[in-house]
């Protein structure tokens, strides 16, 4: 009686085995589902958001002017470089010039091999209160493709309420 039941146990087992290989083998057309691949491309045209990571200051007397590879700033009172998470394969950046000029550089974005980073300038009296929110715990920037979006929020979601 024992044989028996480890007998028909193993049949079961076995028949069980067979559906199975018959499904991997030969799954029905309504079954099969494509393949499509995530999309995990970074999508610069309507802006990344990237927590910073760190910030480096810089303050000047507002006499000369700031350069940094095409970004040239006039009477440059100060610059806050910042750095947040890798989206894809590149770092992301943002360079905040502050100046007292009359005529500020548009916003601008450039993306190479090894870094997406953007530009936006502000008025000298933005210098400080900016400062203070580039450094609270859940700050975060945007950077894209499209200029207008650039931008620093103490909280991501108001980055995603200017679209």
């Known amino acids: 009686m024992q044989r028996q039941k480890m007998l028909t146990s193993l049949f079961r087992h ?41 910030v480096r200051v810089a303050a ?25 998470h890798r989206e894809g394969a590149v770092r992301t950046e943002l360079l905040i010039g502050f100046s007292n000029a009359n005529d500020l550089p548009q916003p601008t974005f450039h993306l190479d091999d090894t870094r997406a980073f953007g530009t936006m300038s502000l008025a ?17 920037f945007r950077i894209s493709s499209d200029v207008n979006l650039i931008g620093v929020a103490s909280d991501p979601a108001m980055l995603l309420q200017t679209q």
Not at 23 to 37: A, D, E, H, N, R
Not at 39 to 52: I, P, T
Not at 124 to 140: D, E, R, T
């Open 14 to 54: 076995k028949e069980d085995n067979n559906i199975m290989r018959h499904y991997l083998q030969s799954p029905t057309p309504s079954t099969t589902k494509t393949f499509q691949p995530i999309d995990l491309s970074a999508k610069w045209d309507c802006g990344v958001v990237s927590k910073v990571r760190s």
């Open 60 to 84: 000047f007397s507002g006499k000369r002017d700031f350069e940094d590879g095409d970004y040239r700033l006039a009477a440059a009172v100060g610059v806050l470089q910042l750095t947040g």
């Open 124 to 140: 000298a009296s933005s210098f400080g209160p900016l400062m203070q929110l580039v450094h609270l715990p859940n700050a975060h």
